[in-house]
């Protein structure tokens, strides 16, 4: 078990609402298509930078709490190439002199930005970490793939991490995570790098655009999230009985569904996906920050957090809150 | 200290070679003025994909061992926007189902990785971790700044992370970093984000080059670096006179020469800018790589690694190798 404790979180969504009748003419599909394939009813539509997201959900976790030591920007859309974004939200937050970098997991890369960070602050590397995930992804949305176009939604929540004060359960007790290239053109937007350079005469305008391959996702998931959690409770001896509540990204409605299929009921399922859509990296600590702003976890619950990102990527972790 | 070593280093270069001669009439300088301003005589020009350049000195730091039990990216050229580039070097490497991700602090990307997975080492999470950094930023130079078109090249190297066995010495003893977000557009790429989308309306070309104020960011890291490296010595009890090697970001000729300025004579300065240039995030594993290559680290050595990165980020380190 990794002592470092989840202390606080903070999310942000943007208050413009852009419901499923209002996408539906533009992507060609009725409200009910939508409604019916994603499970997503309405996404926000980000106004202003991810860096401005990015922070006002941060200073919701940081609270009246002092600066972080360390910030890590887990978001899959940057505010530029260079540098990371990590520096204009430190900058929007008004801090300066605190390492910070970005990590890059898609819609996991909250999930791999915690774990890692669980380990900083167990080898007392730092005390006081930010994790801040901010995501503005809808202009990147296809909307001649109704599919994918219908799924994704703008928000930012982020996370402090400390190391778990003595006495306390808090911590990591393992996590699994594995990475399938054969699933990498799943997921994709093949633009924004060295392959389509922005500027790249091969560049067309749809290789600047998120595209997605949802049943076939769905379909390679199954078959990996069962192995995958197989494995996690092998190594701790916990199952699906002991698990208090799912923290999973929304990556779809279905997506979230299936966790009943792999032993957790709907009652302890956090399921925002109808409200927020999937808000890529953004995602997991939405979840987790929107649970815990209810009150729903208590110190001590057993948390199942994880889920799929584009690679594919299959991670889950166990987490005393 | 962290108990984490460097078990073993890879690097390629990719064959073709633009000399300061046939760069110059490309920039509008001569090739005095380039070596006078940049000291660099030469650099590669990647004419393959990053993942591929990765993927051979990935190799070479595998050596024959087993496969790595996790693979971090630590590149600021990506190979396109999702997935991130470890999943396309998993694939090139012929590998699937291990854990990966990428980690983006421009040049000291390799820098943050290195030290991250140092902890997830020593936490247990994991016992084999691949870091590789591989760059094809040449294309993105801007030749109408012949200041940074002169400095940059394209290359990739990697190095492999395990636990130190008992008994030996090798480990990190301190790191120190900070990141100063006033300095956020002396090192820039403004595109390829959400600020200046690749389709965005209002994104010109130029927003899709590389930017550099090198005269700018060699006096504030200059201020910088003094107290950055005061702070490491003061934890530490080292001093400069420990140092067997200084691994340094190779940033330009002015930058490495820099380092007699804090105490590091020329022959404990491991010195490549001439024949490679800047190679961004490849530079600092370069730099180690060819200097393990050549027989010059012996295990016991003290090394100082590290340098300045776009944000504008500081960051030292004392590893025992």
Known sequence: MIKAKIVSTGFYLPPKIQTAAELAPLIGRSEKWILSRTGVAERRIAEEPMDEMAAKAARKALQNGPPPDCIINASATPLQFIPDSSVFIQETLGY????????????????????????????????????????????????????????????????????TPPGESSGIIDWNMQTWPEGAHLTEFPGGGTRFPPNGPDTTPKHNLFHMKGVKIYKMARALIDKNLSGLYQRTGLSSQDIDWLILHQASGKAVQMSQAYGIPPEKTINIVAKTGNTIAASIPLVLATANHEGKLKRGDLLLMGGTGAGLSIAFSLIRW
Chains 1, 2 share one sequence.
């Open 96 to 163: 300066k002199g605190i390492p910070s970098w970005s990590i890059h997991s898609t819609c996991l890369s909250f999930f791999v930005a915690l774990h890692s960070a669980a380990s900083l602050i167990e080898t007392g590397t730092f005390k006081r970490i930010l994790i801040v995930s901010a995501e503005a992804g809808t202009p990147f949305r296809d909307l001649d793939e109704p599919e994918s176009a219908s799924l994704f939604g703008d928000a930012a929540a982020a996370a402090v991490i400390e190391p």
